[in-house]
């Protein structure tokens, strides 16, 4: 089981105000003491903090129901009520909340000790203290606390980093990654060998430094949920810089580059806003084409009508012998320091809330393919007397059945 976790259904409450008092001064030698009632404590807020030390949703994983303490009713000699705790949930930065009712955005924490106060806690009421007056100097009534608020959220991490790779299965980009950074991405040869996303510090001169992100691949039909769907697809949402990996192997490259953008654009078209880059990824295994007709090629200078076509930088790099890698960070660094691509904004579209939480889908999936493996036993399952027979029960007593 991935420790990755970028999605929860949480229940929130915030806490209640406390009650007001009504009370009466009562003292030896004061008759008329006069209304001393304190006011209610303030119920507790559930508060988000951002905190860049989590990366991950797995600490909420588990907590289905989080509440804030109520506030304190007030008491005599004008006491006040005792304030409800407030409830701090910690969230990596980058989470985003929406309404598990509605599917609509709520709010987002971006920065470091960020706090958004998701639920309010309600006010404490008054006590009979404030409603003295001179035509009323002994009230007896005081006033209720506020409500709690209760909403059920779904936070969605969206990883921060400047740079994300997006490419089809085994086009290059964890190997990429594990060249540029000190990540360690799994790396096979076989489609989606990365599951979730990978982050790494990427160094460039002078100590400087630039965040990568590597999403599980896409394929045709990611948009509407072939795959891995759009469970990864909004990774890469807050990126600067987008880094298109196609391999030098591929028949059409062009194509598929065309592919991968038209995703995107069914997902979310303000991505088509952001800075491209292409770069043509395993120039140490590619082979002349024998079709002139192929946008296939070996030589790492043999992509400017590529570039032509599709109106972006691209840049041939080959991860096992390092070539192109140093002009790919260039480029790289180049569009993360334009002034255009300095701030992210995005708007937050509502989500489906009928989507099953993905956790969910794989835990159905595996029950479903145990159901499977389970009838494929039974119907294979020989049994031996078949036939049911008559139990003979005479044979059963004395041994401490009743006759």
């Not at 032509?308 to 790289?332: H, M, R």
Request: aromatic share 6%; with cysteine; charged share 25%.
């Amino acid at each position: 089981m991935t420790n990755f976790i970028d999605y929860v259904k949480i229940y929130c409450r915030s806490g209640k105000g406390g009650a007001g008092c009504m009370h009466l001064h009562r003292a030896k030698y004061l008759p008329k003491g006069g209304p001393d009632g304190g006011d209610g404590g303030k119920g507790g807020s559930v508060i988000l903090h951002g905190n860049r030390n989590l990366w991950t949703l797995l600490h909420l994983k588990y907590q289905k129901h989080i509440m804030a303490t109520d506030g304190g009713r007030g008491g005599q000699s004008r006491s006040f009520g005792k304030d409800g705790e407030d409830k701090i949930i910690e969230v990596p930065c980058g989470t985003v909340v929406y309404d598990g009712e509605t599917g609509e955005f709520i709010c987002e924490v971006k920065e470091h000790d960020e706090r958004v106060v998701l639920l309010k806690g309600g006010r404490g009421g008054l006590g009979n203290w404030h409603f003295r007056t001179a035509t009323n100097q002994a009230p007896r009534y005081a006033q209720p606390g506020e409500p709690a608020q209760e909403r059920t959220v779904i936070m969605q991490l969206k990883v921060l980093a400047d740079v994300g790779l997006v490419g089809f299965p085994n086009a290059g980009k964890s190997t990429l990654l594990s060249v540029v950074s000190a990540a360690k991405p799994e790396i096979a040869d076989y489609p989606f060998t990365t599951l979730t996303p990978q982050l790494g510090i990427v160094s460039y001169r002078d100590g400087r430094s630039f965040c990568m992100a590597d999403i599980p691949g896409i394929i045709e039909g990611a948009s509407e949920g072939k795959g891995l769907g759009l469970r990864f697809l909004r990774h890469i949402e807050r990126n600067a810089v987008l880094l298109f990996m196609v391999p030098a192997t591929s028949e059409d490259i062009v194509g598929e580059y065309n592919i991968l953008l038209r995703e995107l654009e069914n997902y979310n078209p303000e991505l088509l806003t952001k800075a491209r880059i292409l770069a043509i990824s395993k120039m140490d295994i590619a082979q002349p084409s024998a079709s002139p007709d192929s946008s296939a090629s070996s030589d790492f200078s043999d992509f400017s009508d590529i570039s032509e076509k599709i109106g972006i930088p691209v840049l041939p790099i080959s991860s096992l012998t390092g070539e192109g890698i140093a002009a790919l960070k260039d480029a790289l660094w180049e569009e993360l320091n334009k002034e255009q691509n300095q701030v992210i904004e995005i708007s937050h579209a509502p989500i489906d809330i009928n989507e099953p939480m993905p956790n969910d889908q794989m835990v159905n999936d595996q029950i479903n393919d145990q159901m499977v493996n389970d009838q494929m036993v039974n119907e294979t399952t020989i049994y031996l007397n078949e036939v049911e027979e008559e139990w003979d029960l005479d044979k059963y007593k004395g041994i401490g059945w009743d006759e």
